[in-house]
């Protein structure tokens, strides 16, 4: 069984660690060859004749070429469909999409421009503002008024959503199989810096209505795979979907911990294999290794606390996720006891303080 | 952290499975181009100068080159100790190094020759006769008066065994810190024929004084890593050793199952990392898959009883390990009986007969 994997970063990464244990002949497809997937993986040089020499082609990211993925759908071979990759091509795409399942999301309105963007943005009060395309991790978003410069002189279509004061993020993560059968990893909390993941723990409770507006969006085209979904719970009670990201998601990490992982699942439902229910430890916490080289990283102290794994990245860059900590625990408040002395090994004594409360809007 | 290992098969395959959520450069020496391990690891040309490059050089099978190790050794780089290495060269080495350590063995002599082992066998009415080197999964081994034409001519020192009528056979797999922490996995219980191990499961019951033996043995050398001991309960209640193993082994595989198993405890160990604790199923049972090619694996079946290991070799012949099944159960009968039928799902109806029942000698 040949798998071809559009994109090479520490997702698919993760998966071909998962896929080293199956008869999986894992190749993955990336443009730049320092790729960390390619340190576990084959690697594909034509993506067209790879797609073909595939049984089944997947991706780890949203930002991959869309005429391979779309080749890939043509020859019956992409999962999940190619629906909800373009969906994510724009994020004026996605709220349309929420909107026509009739799932509540933030407030938004496009705006032809940067000026329309701001005129919308002064009738709402507070606002954050959206480049569509290509914005992951906190990229291309913008408080205004505060950051009203980042996106000025932009010409084309913009997201502007209301500011919604929020208590708390959660996601879920769930893998659909070709059958229908779709199971849910027990729900988690996120925290966020700057809108990067800084850490998690699961399990976390999730309102009735949050499964139901997965189950939507999973059965609208049929998805098969992993699928993560992003989730707040506003101040004033309302649950509002953030973000689908169609693939394995920095908030199912902590799954690695189970016997079933969110990434040994998505292989599992690509290739038509039954969903595996895993045996789920009491609780987990992940903390993101941001930004840190090997050399400064405290592992001695960390794997006292924790799992280390690292994606072996060419470069340490600033915000750039280099690895990351598991942390089981026989309870959430042991976890997050725990999360919180990893993250102080990490970063040092201030910045725990920044991430152990919910984030901010 | 660079580690080099000795030897590319399967053990080395899946130590770097686990070496790959760990932040190991995992480098491994073996002759053979086509070996399993390079699937996962990097490839070393030069083995000596391999050893110069690397913090760390562990070997995954006794038959490798004992002048890399040598090397290794003096660099202070060679983890467990060349004293293990060097023991299991020769079986007769071996049986004196138990003697020494006056640990029980079956009851053994040395013979100059196949005339004299012929003299000795003759004399313990049954025996079995065994070439000193290189024999590994049944190889070398002769029943006798039956399978006395195997060693006709031989010109060598043999080693001859009485012949004891066997109970059950078991193994410890247990790991040793460098700060001598020693950790025993659940007793397995191994069912072999014709010397290959087919299938086997924990926990069982094992005596005291076969983790006595265990302690005697690594504290010799203080050895460091994983190391499996196999055991014979013949039926006149002796507890016998068979076989010191100075590395990860077969009957450890089911440990995949837990969340530190034997690959990662090895690495932690070499690594000079505390040993971790795992936490354990109620019962995992294993099966080897043997001699079969990928196309002939019923792995949707499979894959619905147990979780399918594969090891990528080059070709599939008769009685080379290609993979493993691992098959976690809440208790041994369900492990058992749930072992039987990956049995008959891989060899046919009347295999299983063979080999649900222990060895006979």
Redesign the interface.
């Known amino acids: 069984m040949r798998l071809l994997v559009l994109g090479g970063g520490q997702l698919a990464l993760m998966m ?2 998962e896929a ?4 999986i002949d894992f190749v993955v497809y990336d443009p730049d060859s320092s790729a960390p997937a390619f ?2 993986g084959r690697r594909a040089v034509d993506p067209f004749a790879a797609v073909e020499e595939a049984d089944v082609v997947t991706f780890e990211f949203e930002n991959v070429d869309v005429e391979v993925a779309r080749y890939a759908e043509r020859l019956g071979k992409l999962k999940p469909p190619l629906g909800y990759l373009l969906v994510k091509k724009s994020r004026l795409e996605e709220r349309a999409f929420f909107d026509s399942l009739k799932i509540p999301t933030v407030p938004w309105r496009r705006a032809r421009g940067w000026e329309e963007a701001v005129r919308i943005a002064e009738g709402m009060g507070r606002a954050v503002v959206k480049i569509p395309a290509g914005g992951y991790d906190g990229k291309g978003q913008f408080i205004y008024p505060r950051e009203a410069a980042g996106f000025r002189g932009y010409g084309g279509d913009l997201l502007v959503e209301e500011y919604v004061d929020i208590r708390r993020e959660f996601s879920l993560v769930a893998v659909r199989g070709e059958d229908g059968d779709v199971y849910f990893y027990p729900p988690a909390e996120n925290f966020y810096v700057d809108g990067i993941l800084v850490w998690n723990y699961a399990p976390t409770k999730a309102p009735e209505e949050a499964y139901e507006y997965v189950h939507r969006l999973v059965e609208r085209w049929r998805y098969v795979g992993t699928v993560a979904v992003e989730f707040f719970e506003a101040r004033d009670g309302r649950i509002l979907v953030n973000e689908i990201a169609p693939r394995v998601h920095n908030t199912g990490h902590w799954t ?2 189970t ?1 079933a992982s969110q990434f040994e699942n998505h292989l ?1 439902a690509v290739f038509g ?2 969903i595996r229910r895993p ?1 789920l ?1 009491p609780a987990v916490a992940m903390v993101n290794i941001l930004g840190l080289s ?1 050399e400064r ?1 405290p ?2 102290e960390l ?2 606390l924790g ?4 994606y ?1 990245k060419a470069e340490a860059r600033p915000r750039r996720k280099m ?1 990351h900590v598991n942390i ?1 625990a026989g309870s959430v408040e042991e976890a997050a006891a725990k999360a919180r002395r990893v993250l102080s090994l990490i970063y040092g004594r201030e910045f725990p303080k920044l991430v152990m409360r919910p984030r901010g809007g």
Chains 1, 2 share one sequence.
């Not at 080293?20 to 008869?23: F, G, M, Q, V």
């Not at 799992?307 to 690292?310: A, G, S, T």
Request: aromatic content about 18%; hydrophobic content about 40%; proline content about 7%.
């Open positions: 071909c660690w080293s244990r199956l008869p340190r576990c690695l911990e016997d599992r294999m039954r045996r430890p090997f990283l592992l001695g794997e006292a799992r280390v794994y690292w072996f690895g089981v």
